[in-house]
């Protein structure tokens, strides 16, 4: 009809069309797919998943010292017998489980993509559990000075008695029998006094000091360690990287290529 030479009816215009993007006009609904962007967007979702799980771990780690170090599980001293000169103190254990908590929080900070971010973690994980010169002793008192009381006889004072005490004297020895302790383990009646002398007798040992904070040498081992352990995790991720950026591009139309720039 409307093409009718006899009809004077004009056409009805038809409306303005947006300007859609070039995808749109051209029937694809999905950005253009390429490897180097599938690439960096693969790494990118891997390390941002991993950045938090080994800070939650850090954290953690941090507080299990702490709690170590106030005397959480802790085995008293009298049920470790003759083994108790080879188990380290509880201090020593908080210090070793705070290196590895500094150890995860290196790694956090290699991982994640906010420097910032990392580098904030590792200032609050890595500080030592004790201040430096804790296990100093005290400086000692100085001894106060009193002045002799001047005698009231002057110089010609008679010099003080001093009696001495007497001395009992001392029991007869027996012989010693030097078949004596033979006969003892023949007979099997110096086991129980050897056991009994034994367990008295305790190695002297004074109060748990705790340990000196890592050296130069420690530090660097951690900041190594942390390293290897960050990238490692990344790289164990790098799976979950590759199907969740193949999820992006496929289900929600996302650019791979802008991945980690918009953030």
Same mark, same amino acid.
């Given at each position: 009809?409307?093409?009718?030479?006899?009809?004077?009816?004009?056409?009805?215009?038809?409306?303005?069309?947006?300007?859609?993007?070039?995808?749109?006009?051209?029937?694809?609904?999905?950005?253009?797919?390429?490897?180097?962007?599938?690439?960096?967007?693969?790494?990118?979702?891997?390390?941002?998943?991993?950045?938090?799980?080994?800070?939650?771990?850090?954290?953690?780690?941090?507080?299990?010292?702490?709690?170590?170090?106030?005397?959480?599980?802790?085995?008293?001293?009298?049920?470790?017998?003759?083994?108790?000169?080879?188990?380290?103190?509880?201090?020593?254990?908080?210090?070793?489980?705070?290196?590895?908590?500094?150890?995860?929080?290196?790694?956090?900070?290699?991982?994640? +993509?906010?420097?910032?971010?990392?580098?904030?973690?590792?200032?609050?994980?890595?500080?030592?559990?004790?201040?430096?010169?804790?296990?100093?002793?005290?400086? &000692?008192?100085?001894?106060?000075?009193?002045?002799?009381?001047?005698?009231?006889?002057?110089?010609?004072?008679?010099?003080?008695?001093?009696?001495?005490?007497?001395? &009992?004297?001392?029991?007869?020895?027996?012989?010693?029998?030097?078949?004596?302790?033979?006969?003892?383990?023949?007979?099997?009646?110096?086991? &129980?006094?050897?056991?009994?002398?034994?367990?008295?007798?305790?190695? &002297?040992?004074?109060?748990?000091?705790?340990?000196?904070?890592?050296?130069?040498?420690? +530090?660097?081992?951690?900041?190594?360690?942390?390293?290897?352990?960050?990238?490692? +995790?990344?790289?164990?991720?790098?799976?979950?990287?590759?199907?969740?950026?193949?999820?992006?591009?496929?289900?929600?139309?996302?650019?791979?290529?802008?991945?980690?720039?918009?953030?």
């Amino acid at each position: 009809m409307a093409n009718e030479p006899l009809r004077r009816t004009r056409p009805r215009p038809e409306p303005p069309q947006p300007d859609r993007p070039k995808i749109w006009a051209e029937g694809d609904q999905r950005p253009p797919f390429t490897f180097r962007g599938l690439r960096r967007a693969t790494l990118y979702l891997s390390r941002a998943a991993v950045a938090p799980l080994n800070a939650w771990a850090a954290r953690t780690t941090r507080r299990v010292a702490v709690n170590v170090s106030n005397g959480a599980g802790r085995i008293p001293e009298g049920k470790l017998g003759r083994v108790e000169r080879f188990v380290p103190s509880h201090l020593r254990v908080a210090g070793w489980i705070k290196n590895s908590a500094a150890v995860l929080a290196h790694a956090s900070a290699v991982a994640d +993509t906010d420097f910032g971010r990392g580098n904030a973690l590792v200032a609050e994980i890595e500080p030592h559990l004790w201040p430096v010169g804790v296990d100093e002793a005290p400086a &000692p008192r100085p001894q106060e000075t009193v002045e002799p009381i001047a005698s009231p006889f002057g110089a010609d004072a008679p010099a003080p008695v001093v009696l001495a005490e007497p001395v &009992p004297p001392e029991p007869e020895r027996p012989e010693a029998d030097p078949l004596a302790a033979i006969r003892d383990d023949l007979d099997g009646a110096g086991k &129980p006094a050897r056991k009994a002398k034994a367990a008295r007798y305790r190695p &002297p040992s004074g109060p748990a000091l705790p340990p000196d904070p890592p050296g130069p040498f420690a +530090t660097t081992a951690i900041q190594v360690t942390g390293y290897l352990v960050g990238w490692a +995790t990344v790289i164990i991720a790098l799976p979950y990287g590759l199907v969740r950026s193949l999820w992006l591009w496929r289900a929600k139309s996302v650019d791979l290529r802008r991945v980690g720039l918009d953030d």
